[in-house]
């Protein structure tokens, strides 16, 4: 009844264009629904790049292989999905991250049976939490978490030094900005760990978060996110 009536007061909206949703238990409305763009089934093994490679492996994963066992998306980053995720990020809205969360972890669910119990956010630095006041991957770890029936310890990863955003960076650059930036707390020693993000382009972040995961002793990192860029040709 309350959920009901809260309905009625607020009604749920699009994630994408705010627009009010005429039915129960949709997130997107119907145009947005529609455009829609899922990770192509045809991807790197490794990092989910989307592209048909040698050995299903792409070039990045076979020249520098990553600190994470896999990596994998529900959906890529186009239109909708990149919206509701720029709303979420950057326009003060929080609370999209339980229906953001119970969309990954239905869209993820093939993935998400053999994943790693413990969910870990990539971390906001502490100056850049300030300033937003909310740390949108601490929020969309603990919807998951709580989702699937799964934990999501705090504290086990940390960003120690602020880094700038990697939009319009290359990928050396981006690779650089993210070097030695986290450092992972001695509770990860032997666990198996699930690290979440909102979006993967090049893999630098993740890349640079799971070598501290693994230098402080994680058995194995696997990587998951709403969304997916195209980064190689």
């Given at each position: 009844?309350?959920?009901?009536?809260?309905?009625?007061?607020?009604?749920?909206?699009?994630?994408?264009?705010?627009?009010?949703?005429?039915?129960?238990?949709?997130?997107?409305?119907?145009?947005?629904?529609?455009?829609?763009?899922?990770?192509?089934p045809v991807c790197c093994r490794t990092c989910?790049?989307?592209?048909?490679?040698?050995?299903?492996?792409?070039?990045?994963?076979?020249?520098?292989?990553?600190?994470?066992?896999?990596?994998?998306?529900?959906?890529?980053?186009?239109?909708?999905?990149?919206?509701?995720?720029?709303?979420?990020?950057?326009?003060?809205?929080?609370?999209?991250?339980?229906?953001?969360?119970?969309?990954?972890?239905?869209?993820?669910?093939?993935?998400?049976?053999?994943?790693?119990?413990?969910?870990?956010?990539?971390?906001?630095?502490?100056?850049?939490?300030?300033?937003?006041?909310?740390?949108?991957?601490?929020?969309?770890?603990?919807?998951?978490?709580?989702?699937?029936?799964?934990?999501?310890?705090?504290?086990?990863?940390?960003?120690?030094?602020?880094?700038?955003?990697?939009?319009?960076?290359?990928?050396?650059?981006?690779?650089?900005?993210?070097?030695?930036?986290?450092?992972?707390?001695?509770?990860?020693?032997?666990?198996?760990?699930?690290?979440?993000?909102?979006?993967?382009?090049?893999?630098?972040?993740?890349?640079?978060?799971?070598?501290?995961?693994?230098?402080?002793?994680?058995?194995?990192?696997?990587?998951?996110?709403?969304?997916?860029?195209?980064?190689?040709?």
């Amino acid at each position: 009844m309350w959920k009901a009536l809260l309905d009625l007061v607020y009604p749920p909206m699009c994630l994408a264009c705010a627009k009010v949703l005429p039915g129960v238990g949709a997130v997107f409305c119907e145009p947005c629904d529609t455009a829609l763009e899922r990770l192509p089934p045809v991807c790197c093994r490794t990092c989910a790049e989307p592209g048909a490679f040698p050995g299903n492996a792409c070039p990045r994963c076979r020249t520098v292989p990553p600190p994470f066992s896999r990596a994998w998306a529900p959906f890529s980053h186009e239109g909708p999905v990149a919206r509701a995720i720029h709303r979420f990020k950057y326009e003060d809205q929080p609370d999209l991250a339980a229906p953001l969360g119970a969309l990954l972890a239905d869209e993820a669910r093939r993935f998400l049976r053999t994943a790693p119990g413990c969910v870990v956010a990539l971390p906001l630095h502490v100056r850049r939490f300030r300033k937003r006041q909310y740390d949108q991957a601490h929020l969309l770890a603990g919807e998951l978490a709580k989702a699937t029936g799964r934990t999501a310890p705090g504290g086990w990863l940390t960003r120690t030094r602020e880094t700038r955003r990697q939009v319009g960076l290359s990928e050396a650059e981006r690779a650089g900005n993210v070097a030695g930036a986290f450092v992972a707390s001695r509770a990860v020693k032997g666990q198996e760990v699930l690290l979440l993000d909102d979006v993967f382009t090049t893999g630098s972040t993740a890349r640079a978060a799971g070598v501290a995961l693994r230098e402080a002793g994680a058995a194995r990192v696997e990587v998951l996110t709403l969304a997916r860029a195209f980064t190689l040709a």
